[in-house]
């Protein structure tokens, strides 16, 4: 079962079965990609943020091979490297660095997905 919410918002699986629902992960992407700095609050940077930081580590759990294809080890490395907590914005980080932190984890997000969506043979992302 997942969140249904409307196409603008992160959502979140919540069956936590950790099969990767393409989809959603998809909606989830474009909805932060689609945030506006100007226009968002903090509030909705942080509550989106965890959100997509859960399809990330959802996607870095895969076998995308990254033993054979350089490209995903960097894209992993990269993923890690912005995952790791003395990287994240803290509460007291202004509004644009957590803003530029969550469109990072959402474009990483969207690589890894693409690539775990060629490996699998679940449909384009």
């Not at 942080?46 to 076998?63: F, I, M, R, S, Y």
């Not at 054979?68 to 202004?94: F, G, H, I, S, W």
Request: proline letters at 2%.
């Amino acid at each position: 079962m997942k969140t249904e919410t409307s196409r603008f918002d992160v959502t979140r699986a919540e069956d936590g079965d950790g099969t990767i629902d393409v989809e959603l992960i998809t909606d989830s992407t474009n909805a932060a990609l689609a945030m506006g700095l100007g226009t968002s609050t903090r509030e909705h940077i942080d509550a989106k943020t965890p959100v997509l930081v859960g399809h990330l580590q959802l996607l870095l759990a895969e076998e995308l091979g990254s033993d054979q294809d350089e490209m995903v080890r960097q894209q992993r490395r990269k993923a890690y490297r912005v995952l790791d907590l003395k990287n994240r914005p803290t509460e007291n980080a202004p509004t644009f660095t957590a803003y530029f932190f969550m469109r990072e984890v959402a474009d990483l997000t969207r690589r890894l997905l693409w690539i775990y969506t060629q490996r699998s043979g679940t449909g384009a992302a």
